[in-house]
């Protein structure tokens, strides 16, 4: 439901990892038999090459831009970027954390950095000690920055049946887009509940 932004139109698109040939489905298999094969076989983290530490990523796809995310990748001491990119979307502030803010459209993009500078209406706490929030944000017409991440589900047959699901979290260089690497989950969507059939 959350569209994907590419920034460098003019590269060729990105050739996804192929699923596994050999699916480990056997109908004989339960829930949860069937997540520890798939836990067993596919999930993990798939390194194809590695790079310098990026100075700034940019965000496409997922849950959309939101104040969270650039929360998560540039206040420090946890996020380790100094800036994060993304699709205009959320008119909120960078402090208020609203992720049902309503979207706004339009063109341009916001980058999300740190500001030592600003004055923070809010404080975050880092093991129990308040913090400064140094996040801060501007409008800028396109982005800069050389990699990405987008996320995807998985399609394997009969998760739904088995009421599983998964999803893959994929970075990605942004110049070229080749596939870096790829953290793939499966997980059990919750207890099922199972209604009685009309007239029993």
């Given at each position: 439901p959350h569209p994907e932004y590419w920034p460098y139109p003019d590269v060729p698109p990105v050739k996804w990892p192929d699923a596994p040939a050999d699916s480990v489905w056997r109908s004989f298999m339960c829930s949860k038999a069937y997540l520890k094969a798939l836990c067993?076989?596919?999930a993990g983290r798939f390194i194809y090459r590695t790079v310098e530490d990026a100075w700034g990523i940019a965000f496409y796809g997922w849950r959309g831009p939101t104040d969270f995310v650039s929360g998560e990748f540039v206040q420090p001491p946890y996020g380790r970027y100094p800036f994060i990119e993304a699709k205009r979307k959320y008119?909120?502030?960078?402090?208020?954390?609203?992720?049902?803010?309503?979207?706004?459209?339009?063109?341009?993009?916001?980058r999300y950095f740190r500001n030592p500078g600003r004055q923070p209406s809010v404080t975050v706490f880092d093991w129990g000690?308040?913090?400064p929030y140094l996040v801060d944000r501007n409008e800028i017409s396109s982005p800069s920055a050389h990699y990405g991440f987008t996320r995807r589900e998985i399609d394997r047959p009969h998760l739904a049946d088995k009421n599983l699901g998964g999803g893959e979290l994929i970075v990605l260089d942004l110049l070229t887009n080749e596939v870096l690497g790829v953290r793939r989950a499966v997980m059990s969507q919750g207890k099922r509940t199972f209604l009685p059939e009309p007239g029993r």
């Open positions: 067993e076989s596919e008119p909120v502030q960078p402090e208020r954390h609203d992720h049902y803010a309503p979207r706004v459209g339009g063109p341009g993009y916001y000690r308040p913090s």
